[in-house]
């Protein structure tokens, strides 16, 4: 398993655009229902600072960049961007459930 986190925070009037080009990463995702690949986005309290985890299982490739989505989200990144993305390599140390569906108890 790989796994990677990357961080950025985007200009204040750039953050619905962000948000509906990751949006449709996942609408791409859910059609494409890639195998092996688990991937996440989060926003801050900030409201501007995004986070993004991506899990690919050992022997699988990440399908990212062969989305036309996901090429739309990456080609004007860079002016978006107040902080620039950071990518991250992970190792997990420990996990407790995260890639679960969480459900409220009844």
């Known amino acids: 398993m790989s796994a990677v986190i990357v961080r950025y925070k985007v200009k204040p009037d750039r953050v619905a655009e962000n948000e509906r080009l990751v949006r449709a990463v996942y609408e791409e995702l859910a059609q494409m229902r890639p195998d092996g690949f688990r991937y996440a986005t989060f926003r801050a309290e900030d409201g501007r600072s995004f986070v993004h985890f991506a899990i690919v299982a050992d ?48």
């Open 59 to 106: 022997g699988k490739e990440t399908p990212l960049p062969s989305l036309d989505s996901f090429q739309r989200f990456q080609r004007e990144i860079a002016q978006r961007c107040e902080e620039q993305p950071v990518v991250s390599k992970l190792s997990e140390v420990g996990s407790y459930r995260l890639l679960e569906a969480v459900s409220a108890p009844a």
